[in-house]
């Protein structure tokens, strides 16, 4: 590839929507245009990296025994119908009439159609296991489409989905699944983590995420110093507290006039503040709750939808809990309250002894609080998140570090096998529900999580095997002087012989210019040829990650490049 | 690849809503499967197939300097109101609102959006030519989707677009992908024809269509024997008639009194009908015309509609023709009309002598009409269907084949630049507008295209390039014996260290159940392995094509496969 015959198209300016490093360094380095709100073009240069990336993926998906196929992005809506999925994916899901007024969606993910496919493909459990899969675009129509193709409307997207006949089977496929993805990003050179995630329906390992490891990523991951264990903030788990202290103080209302949170009682009282504990008024499915966390401590919103007897949360209002509580907020707490309440405690919470709690009277707190002597014992639940420092259940310490998740894989069971009415025979001639498996990887997302990790003040540094090319050979005055053409052009073909996807940059830039545009495009090794260089039979390279060039004969050059 | 596990899933059935030989076989052979009207799951056999496809056309596009790139499929509805097309293009045009009430369409084609990406990134001469492709998957939204994917809703097609300061740089660009078009068809091994199309407003080569040559077509290609001009039946023309012979008869009314039909006239006055008229009445955007035809040709539509003067025709209704003409029809004609009227005459038709046209009375006829002297000379058009015999302006004849449109290159021009305001800096530093052609090809038409070209009653032939595999070794009894799985295996292997797409059929069918499913997935390359062929040396081979298997030696066998 000769860089004139391309169409590369670098800019200096910042578009100010652009918050995110890997926005502003794609629209820089003009891999994306945008044409609307979350919808983008992919230029020549942009579509370079997402082929590659896409090739990996689809080479370790067959390696791994699953086989591609490709399903419509437009879904009639009775599929969507039939598993309530219509009505609750909400808004994300774009909807669609045709000329005749038929009902279509623009497919966000296709269990639903996948899965009418094996209800007419697939009859018999001689047919199984299968794992289908397909690389296709996507759309969700984000409330609020921002960070280029990070979080775009229009996206690319590899989802599988596996049948099986026996919960077993899908086990096994699943790890299968994991272990290609592991090698999908191990291959693309990425520093990434598997988290255990929200845990399903059918077992302990039922659901793990695929994070690219990058400060600026969305998603909090726990690890621990102990042992392998990582998890998303969302599932992670500490170690369990000890037990509960005997109670060594007695019972007593504080005056606390205009101490109305943990940390303020604290000070006041001259306590820590992990003897204080947060009490979170809700209104459930089923009526009014107390959700109680230590006062260090953070609720986490899907943990306390997840807990028993709290789905369908929403914080209660003024009055709801002065009905209930008979107390305004700031003072709030789980003994005495006016009605019977449902109370649902922490790990930590219930372990706790001569605590502190809001009183339930404006200016009054309560001190030398204990379970069972002062209130009744409460339901506990894991509630809250964990926090860098803490004890982890291998005896590890957690650790928090943040992700951007690029791949999901679930098992899914056998909910949309029944919504769909998918079944075979079995070996013993009946019929049986299809067990499933999904695993998704979001292509175009890969690419700018690969810049949030991977970047400097110059522009992107790519890995090589996602590099648009691995190598470009920059030509200085590529008219001046045949000879420094010819070399540079022999010199591709010898990198391009040794199987380096290289490109020669004989635009005619001068060379600042070449340079910056390709240090900014992210090109992992550059090679100068000069016409000095050439009479003093070196070749100047340089390491996209390395601060200095060095001077090289042509034999080191090749040694350096090939290996 | 071994059929184990890959998913074929062929059927016996024939769905009784699939009425084309191509939507049949694709069915049977389970390359495809119906979502829902117009949206077609490809499955994993179908996907071998169209990838191909797509492949060949991807390296092509790439051979000739085109370079891809990758535009949404939803585009905002002010790029298509800024050309007029949100309108123009009608109902095919997919409409969609966000969850914000914004509009989008989904992409039947992408000249709006590529000439914007245009404006985004082209600001000098210097960037020129270039030629962006994509490949993509398009939405027309059809009244009647049938016959499968050749005439989807939902397709995948290559599009690409090209940019030009000047107008000779356009043509250069036009005829470059000509070639490449003629090369991609050509490496996918089809019988096609580039054809002329409608010519555009450039000049007289601006749009070409390429056919499959298929007898279920549905268009019309005409050729002439003396050279290789060929042409679609709205381009198509004859040799210009000979000149107009001298007036011989004079004007006489025949009593017709129930013939309103040119065939009905002629037989009663003993004339042929090549002497007869066809006066057609149509209202246009400038009012009422009639439009004249020799009684042996069939007026064209779209050749209508193109005649100067004739825009926006329709047949005018019956009172509209008794306000004109004061007849009723069935008794037409140019002369004497009640008002004054526009008649544009088909070339036959002008140079014709001692004609028979309608008197504009009932139960009459006029016969020895001539020009000039009877009525006031008429505009000429051509305005009708060639016929398959007739000469051509060559000197050849001309002859009429049936094909499927697969690919359309055309000379676009300025107009989409113009309504977007897409410029460069000329050599002067002066705006200038870009020119532009587009270039289109049906990828997953050609996959159907293919089949009506070639199939027998056993299922699909495919030329090698389109294959799923090339070859398939079909191992008889696998369990049974391991020294022919063994051998089958070291067999597979070699054919592909040769360079061939092979698989192995090792699922266990009986043998006539794994010949019949291989000739209807249209396998070019059977191999047997038998433990009878084994203990004498041999394997049996049959190409897809020919009617007897043979029985032939290792090298024999590696030899006629590798060349």
Known sequence: MRLSQFHLHTTKETPSDAELTSHRLMLRAGMIRKL????????????????KVERIVREEMDRAGAVEMQIPTLQPRELWDATGRWEKFGNQLLKIKDRKEQEFCYSPTAEEAITEFARQELSSYKQLPVNFYQVQTKFRDEIRPRFGVMRAREFLMKDAYSFHLHDEDLVREYENMKAAYTRIFTRLGLEFRMVQAD??????????????????????????TGSDYAANMEAAVAAEPSARPLPAETLRKVETPTQKTCEAVAGLLGIELQRTVKSIALMT??????????????????????????AGNRFASEAEIVEHLGSVPGFLGPVGPAKAIRVVADPEVAAMADFVVGANEAGFHLAGVNWGRDLPEAEVADIRNVREG???????????????????????????????????????????????GCYGIGISRIVAAAIEQNHDDAGIIWPDAMAPWQVVVCVI???????VSAAASELLEALRAGGLDAAL????????????????????????????????????????SASEAESLDRDSLMRKLLG
Chains 1, 2 share one sequence.
């Open 36 to 51: 609307a709100s979350g919808l983008y073009i992919w230029s020549p240069l942009g579509l370079r990296v997402l082929r």
């Open 199 to 224: 845990s399903g329906a059918i077992g302990g390992d039922a659901s793990q995420e695929f994070h690219v490891i990058a400060d600026s990523g969305e998603d909090a991951l726990v690890f621990s």
């Open 285 to 310: 499915d089923a009526g009014f709750a107390l959700a109680l966390v230590r006062g260090d401590h953070d609720v986490n919103e899907i943990k306390l939808a997840k807990a028993p007897g709290l």
């Open 390 to 436: 803490e004890r982890a259940r291998d005896g590890g310490e957690l650790k928090i570090a943040r992700g951007i998740e690029v791949g999901h894989v679930f098992q899914l069971g056998r909910s949309y096998a029944q919504a769909l009415n998918a079944t075979v025979l079995d070996e013993n001639g009946k019929a049986a529900t299809l067990s499933m």
């Open 477 to 483: 005055n590529p008219k001046g002087d045949t000879g």
């Open 505 to 544: 940059d004989d635009r005619g830039l001068r060379p600042g210019a070449m340079f910056a545009d390709m240090e900014l495009i992210g090109i992992p090794h550059r090679v100068v040829v000069s016409e000095r260089g050439l009479a003093a039979g070196t070749f100047e390279y340089r390491s996209r």
